[in-house]
């Protein structure tokens, strides 16, 4: 089993020198082996990872190849007579589907240290990733490997994390004045949660996944610059949040209160609530940092088991900066299963036009200093806000939103479902 496994050390150069060797599980170290032991060539057969399989630097010709087709060519090495491969050289594939999935090695919920809060926040690219890799280092760092290399493909959280690292600085640099806070909020209320297949976001198995794999969902840059609304923290909520978690404090000079709130009252973009026995209610406040007049209403898809209102379900911003403070009430059901997780979800309304948008510009806003116009042509959630303002001024909240709901269209100007215009995709009522 262990030269199946192609482990350090146990391949016979009599049996290996000359040969192209397949072996069980794919990783660096069973290309070197084979290498070692004088093969000219190794095929890596991967028996776990789905299509969550990350490509490595080798020395000699060498493949990993996925799970379904792992069995065919082993079957194919132990029946013909004389077996052949062919590794021909590698190619870029674009558009590959289904595209984001949870790669195998992501990290994953539940949140033992803090069960009130969420984990993870997001997801992001970090499955061979393409980026500039430091000359002072060979690709494999092994002694006998001393090529030089400007690029590198590897996988990990390292890899993702740069990605909301960059993100996260270009958001600083539009919006100077957000804090850590709100950029992590913009970064996880405009997340998406389908796949480009237009189906929900699966693991490498193409098992369902949760947000326990991934968080709010998969980043998208361009939509969290004008996110809306943003879930802002403060240095003293912080603090607070250490009084009902930790029960550690790291300035000596705050005093925690008499009556400390739950660690699920922290001003966080994710609501979590652990051990929940009867009723809980949270308390949220959100920031406006979209256009000055607006408001937001809310659909609930609660978790099964659990029934949650939100009060007020409509919240109304007459200015940018302005904030408002909402309740979520989540009950427990007779039907709720103890010490099992359920997952639930806020989903906005409906869909407007905003996508290049012909509308009135402010002559002390030209899109350039070269000319003055009176019109501009934008897009972004600010110009699909505008479409659902509308008459009936004896008209609640409530009844305005029921209006515009049980009246929308689910299908295009050629009778069929809309779809994302970002991937051509059937969309869904997440979109």
């Known amino acids: 089993m262990q030269q199946a496994l192609c482990r350090p050390g146990t391949l016979s150069p009599t049996l290996v020198r000359g040969k192209a060797i397949f072996c069980w599980r794919g990783a660096t170290f069973q290309a070197l082996e084979v290498q070692r032991a004088g093969g000219i060539a190794a095929v890596l057969g991967n028996v776990v990872d789905g299509i969550g399989v990350s490509v490595s630097s080798y020395l000699i010709p060498a493949t990993v190849v996925l799970t379904n087709e792992t069995m065919s060519i082993f079957n194919y090495t132990q029946t013909a007579q004389t077996p052949l491969v062919t590794l021909i050289p590698p190619r870029t594939l674009i558009g590959t589907r289904p595209a984001p999935f949870i790669a195998p090695f992501t990290s994953r919920a539940p ?12 997801t992001a ?83 369902s996944s949760t947000p326990f794999e991934y968080g709010a969902g998969h980043i998208q840059p361009s939509r969290a610059a004008d996110p809306g609304l943003v879930y802002d923290a403060s240095y003293n909520d912080y603090l607070l949040f250490l009084c009902s978690s930790s029960g550690n404090l790291l300035d000596p000079s705050f005093n925690c209160p008499e009556v400390v709130p739950s660690s699920s009252d922290f001003n966080y973009p994710s609501l979590a609530i652990a051990n929940l026995e009867g009723i809980s209610t949270v308390t949220r406040t959100v920031t406006n940092v979209g256009i000055g007049n607006s408001s937001y209403s809310v659909t609930i898809d609660a978790p099964p088991g659990y029934s949650v209102q939100i009060s007020p379900a409509t919240l109304y911003f007459s200015k940018q900066g302005e904030q408002h403070c909402f309740s979520i009430i989540v009950e427990a059901e007779n039907s709720a299963r103890r010490n099992v997780f359920a997952f639930g979800w806020c989903l906005p309304d409906i869909t407007a036009p905003g996508l290049n948008i012909l509308a009135p510009l402010s002559e002390a806003a030209s899109p350039t200093k070269l000319f003055v116009v009176k019109y501009n042509i934008l897009s972004s959630t600010s110009m699909s806000c505008p479409h659902v303002a509308a008459a009936h001024p004896d008209w609640s909240g409530a009844a305005i939103r029921s209006a515009l709901m049980t009246t929308a269209t689910q299908t295009n100007n050629m009778g069929l479902p809309i779809t994302d215009g970002t991937r051509n995709t059937a969309a869904t009522p997440f979109h």
Request: net charge neutral.
């Open 111 to 122: 949140n033992f240290i803090e069960p009130n809060i969420l984990k993870p926040d997001i």
């Open 125 to 207: 690219p970090g499955l061979n990733i393409l980026a500039a890799w430091s000359e002072a280092s060979s690709p494999l760092n092994v002694p006998n490997d001393r090529r030089v290399v400007k690029y590198q493909i590897i996988s990990g959280t390292s890899m993702s994390c740069p990605h909301v690292a960059a993100v996260a600085a270009l958001l600083k640099a539009i919006h100077p004045d957000w804090s850590s806070a709100a950029i992590r909020s913009a970064l996880m209320t405009t997340a998406k949660q389908m796949n480009n297949l237009g189906e929900p976001i699966t693991d490498a198995l193409g098992n």
